[in-house]
């Protein structure tokens, strides 16, 4: 895939540009690498508040603040989009100026953030993010979520996610190069490392800092497509019926935490991030910036927050994101619990209906399990998904249990 670069200079109109660009470049894959050479129209923030608006799968911004030489200019452009990708794909786009300076660019706006718009309540998009280590994960989650709708799924993910979702020619699974290791460690490094007060640890996706801000990127471009979105994490099955009907800006799951876990909810926050129903373009961006600014817990306790600043929330029902925290702090203490996933499905309110499996009588939509993984506190809900799949009396639902680790 070509990265190019493009160069700014003052009287540049960046919006004329990149768009006469795309619309020669139609149904390719491209990167573009912009260097704002001190420009008073700050070419930067305009391109990085339109990242996704002119095709690119990546948009790297960079800014000047003292004008160089046209040499000079090059010179550094090209020398940071070698940081980033490799050299041979990198070109120097050829540039046409408009000649008519953009005093104050405009933020571009989705028409679907819109509020004098009908705002559509079915969900209309799926989105997640991937890495080569939860590849399984992913192909489970979008073979999970093919049993119940063809709605499209956008992945954010690295190439061999992407590889492998194309080489499956999986229908209307959209896959985008959004988490490769390179922009993970660029992300990192534009947002933690030196600008960040409170340091988040630099561990694996997918509890890594950069890959929670790839959530925002993926549900940008969901949200330029679609009028919602409903992101999962990879490691989420599908179980049941899928949620509609949310009218909304927002919708969340609360995490139920027990009572006897104190302190809980004002740790790690009152919700869950791995499964957010978003309608609003401009939460997307509250999102991104106070999980960077505000949060206690990555990006997940300032989900709190939201009403406040403005967007109305409602929250999804207990059926919805079954994780290992609801088996830890139940009715007792269960994370190195050695009962079986019987026993466990008997003991948490599970059943079998005639339609599959139920929660305390109602279908039960997701589980939030890392099954193919041995991380720590997962193996009692492997158990009891293994066990809840394998003995459901719902096709589509045993089908899943086959794509399970042996």
């Known amino acids: 895939m070509k990265r190019f670069v493009f160069i700014f200079s003052e009287g540049d109109d960046a919006s004329v540009i990149l768009r006469a660009f795309a619309e020669k470049r139609y149904g390719e894959s491209f990167d573009v690498v912009a260097f704002d050479n001190a420009t008073s129209t700050n070419?930067?923030?305009?391109?990085?508040?339109?990242?996704?608006?002119?095709?690119?799968?990546?948009?790297?911004?960079?800014?000047?603040?003292?004008?160089?030489?046209?040499?000079?200019?090059?010179?550094?452009?090209?020398?940071?989009?070698?940081?980033?990708?490799?050299?041979?794909?990198?070109?120097?786009?050829?540039?046409?100026?408009?000649?008519?300076?953009?005093?104050?660019?405009?933020?571009?706006?989705?028409?679907?953030?819109?509020?004098?718009?009908?705002?559509?309540?079915?969900?209309?998009?799926?989105?997640?993010?991937?890495?080569?280590?939860f590849l399984?994960?992913?192909?489970?989650?979008?073979?999970?979520?093919?049993?119940?709708?063809?709605?499209?799924?956008?992945?954010?993910?690295?190439?061999?996610?992407?590889?492998?979702?194309?080489?499956?020619?999986?229908?209307?699974?959209?896959?985008?190069?959004?988490?490769?290791?390179?922009?993970?460690?660029?992300?990192?490094?534009?947002?933690?490392?030196?600008?960040?007060?409170?340091?988040?640890?630099r561990d694996?996706?997918?509890?890594?800092?950069?890959?929670?801000?790839?959530?925002m990127d993926i549900c940008r471009r969901a949200l330029e497509i679609f009028d919602n979105t409903l992101f999962l994490d990879a490691d989420f099955i599908a179980a049941g019926p899928v949620v509609d009907k949310i009218e909304t800006d927002v919708a969340f799951t609360p995490s139920w935490h027990s009572p006897k876990w104190k302190g809980a909810a004002e740790t790690f926050g009152r919700y869950n991030a791995g499964c957010v129903f978003i309608s609003s373009m401009p939460f997307v961006e509250w999102w991104s910036q106070s999980a960077l600014h505000e949060s206690r817990f990555m990006d997940q306790q300032c989900l709190d927050n939201a009403a406040a600043a403005g967007f109305s929330v409602s929250e999804l029902s207990p059926a919805h994101n079954f994780g290992f925290w609801r088996v830890w702090h139940q009715s007792e203490d269960l994370k190195n619990t050695t009962k079986t996933g019987a026993e466990l499905s008997d003991l948490l309110g599970f059943s079998q209906g005639k339609d599959g499996i139920e929660l305390n009588g109602k279908p039960l939509v997701s589980f939030h399990v890392q099954m193919f993984h041995n991380t720590p506190g997962h193996a009692p809900l492997k158990r009891l998904v293994r066990h809840l799949l394998e003995t459901s009396r719902n096709p589509y639902q045993v089908a899943l249990a086959g794509m399970l680790p042996k």
Not at 48 to 73: D, I, M, P, Q, W
Not at 91 to 111: D, F, I, M, T
Not at 204 to 215: G, I, S
């Open 43 to 133: 070419a930067a923030e305009f391109v990085k508040a339109n990242r996704y608006t002119f095709g690119a799968v990546h948009t790297l911004v960079k800014r000047s603040e003292v004008e160089l030489s046209a040499n000079e200019a090059e010179r550094q452009a090209m020398e940071f989009a070698k940081r980033h990708f490799d050299e041979s794909e990198i070109q120097l786009a050829v540039q046409a100026s408009s000649g008519k300076p953009v005093e104050q660019p405009g933020r571009w706006e989705n028409p679907a953030s819109n509020p004098s718009q009908h705002k559509a309540t079915s969900i209309e998009s799926f989105a997640t993010v991937a890495t080569e280590n």
């Open 136 to 201: 399984p994960e992913v192909l489970l989650l979008i073979r999970s979520l093919r049993s119940r709708t063809r709605r499209p799924i956008l992945v954010a993910g690295d190439d061999a996610v992407c590889r492998k979702i194309r080489s499956l020619r999986l229908e209307n699974v959209l896959p985008f190069k959004l988490a490769t290791r390179s922009r993970l460690d660029w992300l990192y490094q534009q947002n933690f490392e030196a600008k960040r007060l409170k340091t988040w640890p």
């Open 204 to 215: 694996e996706y997918p509890h890594c800092p950069p890959a929670c801000l790839v959530k």
